[in-house]
């Protein structure tokens, strides 16, 4: 887009009273204005707590954003914890939550069947352990693909590993469903190391930067690390993208045109405004945007941060019941049965909330024993 649109994109800005957190004035007007040529077709609140909602074939979608404290020496926070419902504590008190953990906040060991999950880290650390003996250390922009598949039990824990300094986690982390015929797939689980996912910056004269990093897909002719073997994002067709986007300061992304079956959303992490073409999307919330259009995205001197969930839907059924998803009921009965019999291979560790020492050095071991290491 051209200087002057660009000029003319921040002047709707400036107009609508979003450019310094102001109220949502004119939002209604530009989309009845605009009518069938709206590019939002629908827009949701998110909550500052729990899921956001999705499109199919995304199932769950969750920003955790934890100021923990300085740790305790034993990667627990050095704060009192009484008054925390502690192995369920959502409260965000003091701005950050044990969620499952006791001693350690996080994820303790727990069972997933017939869909992926991925990890995209920001800040933090995160300790990852499985019932097939698989562990890692991941984190600081790191990526973590798991393929549940036929089943696996693991824990994610966030280790306090700084003692001196408090120990900020921020996080998203997504399930994409697997297709009927991939949901017995065997588990596999797979690091994008931050060194390694692409970026694409972009610059706009005299005013803001952006930076775009390529989790999944292609975009600007960067092309994601390959997600694993029976991942529905391998297949040609899926037309996945997922895309963090960092605007800083008043500048523009644009997004190509996907195709018209697929659906395309974005979420606003931050309050801050932006414009979707020339319509304006104030404070934290899904704008699911028209497929088979390009969309240009623009920020005003605030900046944005951005969350971009691109996919063909599967378009099959989907029967949800907590950490298993499958097509039907029966299936659902019997992945309760398999666990209480298997536990989905077992469990290795010592204690269900397995954290992986002191150091911060990241690094992935495999089930079969193989280690890597960031670079």
Known sequence: MSDVNRRDALRVLASTG??????????????????????????????????????????????????????????????????????????????????HGRSIPGFPKHPHRGFETITIVRDGLIDHSDSLGGRARYGAGDVQWLTAGHGISHAEMFPLIDAHRPNPTDFFQLWINLPAAKKRADPYFSMSWNEKIPRVHTQTDGEGDSLIRVIAGLYDGQTAPAPPPASYARQVDSDILILTIEMNGATQVTLPACLTSTTRALYTVAPSPVLINDEPLEGRRMAVLKSGAPHVLTSGPEGARLLLLQAKPIGEPVVQYGPFVMNTQAEIREAFRDYRVSEFGGWPWKRDDPVHGSSPQRFAQTPQGGREEPG
Do not use: E
């Not at 955790?64 to 404290?69: F, N």
């Open 18 to 99: 979003l450019v310094v957190g102001g109220a949502a004035t004119g939002v209604h007007a530009v989309s009845k204005r605009r009518g069938d040529q709206s590019m939002i077709v629908s827009q949701k609140s998110l909550p500052n707590q729990g899921p956001w909602p999705t499109l199919d074939p995304f199932l769950f979608c969750v920003h955790h954003q934890d100021a923990y404290p300085q740790g305790d020496g034993a990667l627990a926070p050095r704060a009192s914890l009484q008054g925390r419902r502690l192995g369920q504590d959502f409260s965000g008190r003091n701005g950050w939550s044990m969620y």
